[in-house]
């Protein structure tokens, strides 16, 4: 596998992420040009828990390749519940299809089915870990919509804490330059120390607030997420804050002309159903951008000349992962591999856990 | 959308149909010609409840043209059980499929998907509202085994109260001169009199008879349906009763030798399996032929030379539609529309009952 | 149907066999010449019982020469759950499909199927009665990595009583010169005794010893198959026995350079997961070269080059079969239809049970 596997979108460089970009927008403005690429090639989507958008949006992204499409996405239905192990699953259909897309409830997952596939391996979303095609469809959207990835003020609003596409697209966004960010949430739900000292080093300014009004006049982009309310201390808190994080209508009055509201859906409530036809509204642009970037993840990791350093150096060790919802501990027979995090600390391979 | 959407049969004019049909010949006569017809394009399945001979149909419709699929055939595994709304995923859906096909078991949701959709909409069945694909599939059954669609003696057996499809069939032969009909059914399942009234105004001749015998040997057409036990007063009803809907290989003995015998299927006890040797039995033929009409459809409306006028005036009311199988009690976010039926009464846009 | 169906293996020669097996090796060889070969052609998969594995290796097939896939993987979303019968299942998806690929619980099923549809049937596992496919599986693996299917010593380890992969594999290699045979397991699932008549009659050598170390020295194929836990007289004697068939690092030391390990899989613990690293253990490569040996069936049933004489004369009786396990006992309608055993006594069209 000369081109890797695609994990965590921080294995590729920022050159890496233009390219894809780039990419992606040709894809979008001359499609015909590609309808023959993926000729005679297979993408298998092995989906561990449903996820039917994202689940068609790398089926219709393969498709309009040319590349044709197997995988289940119900995990009753599968070998599974007859025994056979996730790495039994890999060495088998990865000889079926040539790339490998793959959702797992269970954190590590990508990465655990990565070392047992003959063919690459796209992360489609490991529990709570990682989603890295979110963040590029993220980073694709902004790129096309805005023309920049730099100098932007982007406000982000919800669930802050647990929210995985949030900490990515930080991640992402605080590699370009003149970036500024305001956080919107409860104090409970606010962005994590992690997160903090990340931004920190990267030189990144960013603040907190309490509501979308203290800020959304100077945004360029409001990123939404869903506030879940077993997120909430009581049902009390909930029902009172819940308006809080919900962008009206009345909100976007407020709001610059330039703004881009993103939202990585589904959408319950938070944005109301009124704001659909504000044409600073992005989220199903964003949804359809996606599968442009996919197309272009695809294409790049098909045709080899993308080199993704997903590998990692690890050793055994005689210790389960500390984590409750790392992979090792629903496929037992996953040898338990650690890794050097970023201060030295070994890590768990998979869920990247500090052992 | 120039080519609008395919909604309710009732939106095409006799002359499309005729299109529709002619078209559907050809690429039966002709598959070959039609092989690359719809390379690069994909369609999308929604299907909210199971129907696999529908879906397969359209699969394999899609698929003989060059053409693509995805969907899903199983709501619990679809971001429907995450919460997200059939107007949400219209509107993510839509951006990765050319062409959707909508199945869902509230009444009055295809519309309801395709106010929501960029790519044009065929509706395959809303609950007991409609189910157009099935009607054309009747007339090009029809058209192609008795070479007209006009001057014939139609029998229908079975639950005339409830059946969609039965309704659908008799709007669309009464657009025709010269067909008549005879019912077949119990006092309890009779057609009811909006589909009389129906005839009436057509021209259309029609008489009740309690027995298949009574009229068998005078028909062209002898359409079958189930009677579900459930609709009888009481299962000795149901027991007394059932006999006497049922087609026998005694009864076809009485039948005229161009007799054709459809059934929307799938197929119960209504008709004896000795009945299938029978080359008067057409009901296998009609589902193959179904393939074609649908695959003359799709082909129809993504080259956009069919305009089919589904658009509807509407306005929002305050209150709830009065059809508790509508799709605006599942979907609660859905505007309540309403729109101008027949006689200029306010009817829902969405399932057609009056307010 | 002039190339009829596969429902059976030994309904194909020794010649169709090798024709099969070659075919496969030269789609392997060079795949770029048959990515067209089955253009506008469509398979359906209707499996009445989900089978991961086996149904993403007959998609990867199909697409790789360039066909289409249709198809269902669970009874409950299909029109089964409507009450419609496997005939009439039958009889309307062979319209839209060109080869069908049947998998169900039900013993004969593939034959009750074959009987009702108008395209070509594959048997792709019908309960415990036969998987032909596994076994075209087998045979391609061996010829490839052997190069040769004669004169081999070949173990069989695990449950030979019931297992019908092993039951088949034994019927075909004893049709090839020179092979003998060495059985380990348990008196309690020992080979039955008209497996062992008809390897005396092939005049193939075998025996039976207690373990795999009694054997493997001298092997070359050990044909490795799960022994489940219930199969055991007694929980004690499970957990007392069963580490006796599994193949370990530790035994593969006393085995052959030249040993072949062969499975079926999907495998749960009777190979230890550090055996997968040794280069004679074949089962990942065998799942590979299954695809290959359907796309060669494929390709034949569909180029109409291979007759396979699956058609048996057979009558109406009215008894039912006394196999509780048969088709017939599920699907009611299915007529009572018996042929002629080898010894001339009547046994059941469908599962082959004698009367």
Tied chains: 1, 2, 3.
Excluded at 109 to 132: C, E, F, K, Q, W
Excluded at 146 to 166: A, E, N, Q
Aim: hydrophobic letters at 35%; one cysteine or more.
């Amino acid at each position: 596998m000369a081109c890797g596997n695609l994990l965590d979108l921080n294995d590729c460089s920022v050159e890496e992420w233009i390219g894809l970009i780039n990419l992606a927008n040709d894809i979008y403005v001359n499609p015909r040009d590609y309808i023959h690429r993926c000729d005679g090639r297979v993408l298998a989507t092995l989906f561990y828990e449903p996820s039917t958008r994202t689940q068609m949006s790398f089926q219709a992204a393969m498709l309009r390749l040319g590349g044709q499409i197997i995988g289940f996405d119900n995990p009753v239905n599968s070998s599974v519940s007859k025994g056979e192990t996730l790495m039994d699953t890999m060495q088998i259909v990865s000889n079926y299809a040539d790339i490998m897309v793959i959702r797992h409830p269970q954190e590590g997952a990508a990465r655990a089915a990565s070392l047992y596939s003959t063919s690459p391996v796209i992360n489609a979303g490991d529990g709570g870990h990682l989603h890295p095609t979110q963040t590029l469809t993220d980073l694709v959207t902004l790129s096309m919509t805005k023309g920049t990835l730099s100098g932007l003020h982007i406000g982000v609003c919800g669930d802050l804490k647990y929210g995985r596409t949030v900490h990515s697209l930080l991640k992402a966004m605080s590699r370009f330059p003149g970036n500024r960010f305001t956080f919107i949430s409860t104090p409970e739900l606010a962005l994590p120390a992690y997160c903090k000292n990340l931004l920190n080093a990267a030189g990144c300014p960013f603040e907190e607030v309490p509501s979308i009004e203290d800020c959304i006049g100077d945004l360029e982009l409001l990123y939404m997420t869903r506030i879940q309310a077993e997120r909430f201390s009581s049902k009390e808190a909930y029902e009172k804050q819940r308006g809080v994080f919900i962008l009206t209508e009345e909100k976007m009055k407020a709001a610059r002309s330039n703004l881009a509201v993103l939202h990585p859906l589904p959408r319950v409530d938070e944005i109301e159903a009124a704001v659909d036809r504000d044409p600073r509204a992005l989220y199903f642009t964003q949804a359809k951008l996606g599968m442009y970037g996919r197309m272009a993840l695809i294409l790049r990791m098909l045709e080899d000349d993308i080199v993704i350093h997903s590998e990692r150096d690890y050793r055994l060790t005689e210790n389960s992962c500390p984590n409750p919802h790392c992979i090792t501990h629903l496929e037992r027979k996953l040898p338990h591999n650690v890794c050097k995090g970023q201060d030295g600390e070994d890590i768990c391979l998979y869920c990247e856990t500090k052992y």
